[in-house]
């Protein structure tokens, strides 16, 4: 079966420093995969998706950028945090290659706190 | 740009209530509908999937029903119990858009 890890699980970092936040998965091969922020009081949003290693598509433009250097491992960082950054952040995966949207399932989130 | 809303924002309910949520959105052109279950602090649960060809899934309990030309999903819960308590969200993937656009959840709370 199918296993999404992320981690850290809770992070609490200052304003301007460094992030790195990383998924992978166990299961399968070539996934499709996402990272999501959940901010308090708004919704899911989509940041980034890949279909495979070195390709991300990137949904909004943001403090952040994302990196697969493997088939399975999903990287998400920031050189430089800000306190707008702060909030659940979640993995996904769902399907290979085409299409992209696929039923998705989920990590069990970080919980990022910019201070 | 594809919206998706949620309503009722949160629900109550005894225990052994048959209940609906509902989520609406506004471009009809949907690739499928995915309804999550998520409990506090925690990541999502997938529990049924629409394709846009379909017209309803079934899961245990759950029923989950799209008419795309009203731009609406439910979602029915029979015989509610207490540890279906959590926030439901509906998301949207959309032909046009390179996207997948979540609802802001409805909070269900199931009293014993």
């Known amino acids: 079966s199918q296993t999404i890890h992320q981690w850290p699980a809770t992070l609490v970092q200052p304003v301007g420093s460094p992030l790195s936040l990383e998924c992978t998965v166990e299961g399968t091969s070539n996934p499709n995969l996402y990272w999501y922020r959940q901010a308090a009081g708004r919704g899911l949003q989509l940041l980034f998706y890949?279909?495979?290693?070195?390709?991300i598509s990137s949904e909004v433009p943001q403090n952040l950028s994302a990196s697969r250097p493997q088939d399975r491992q999903f990287i998400l960082s920031s050189k430089k945090l800000l306190l707008s950054d702060s909030g659940f952040y979640l993995c996904?995966?769902?399907?290979?290659?085409?299409?992209?949207?696929?039923?998705?399932?989920f990590g069990p989130g970080t919980r990022l706190t910019v201070l | 740009k594809q919206e998706v809303t949620q309503i009722p924002a949160a629900l109550s309910v005894p225990e052994g209530e048959n209940l609906v949520l509902n989520c609406s959105f506004t471009d009809s052109a949907i690739y499928n509908l995915q309804w999550f279950r998520q409990d506090p602090g925690k990541g999502l649960t997938s529990l049924l999937l629409?394709?846009?060809?379909?017209r309803e899934q079934t899961s245990g309990r759950l029923n989950a029903s799209l008419d795309k030309s009203s731009g609406r999903s439910t979602l029915y819960i029979a015989a509610s119990q207490p540890g279906d308590s959590a926030t439901y969200l509906c998301a949207v993937s959309t032909n046009n858009n390179n996207d997948m656009r979540f609802g802001a959840g409805t909070r269900l709370t199931v009293k014993p």
């Open positions: 890949s279909v495979g290693i070195g390709q």
């Open positions: 996904a995966w769902g399907g290979s290659g085409l299409p992209v949207w696929n039923e998705q399932f």
């Open positions: 629409i394709q846009s060809s379909q």
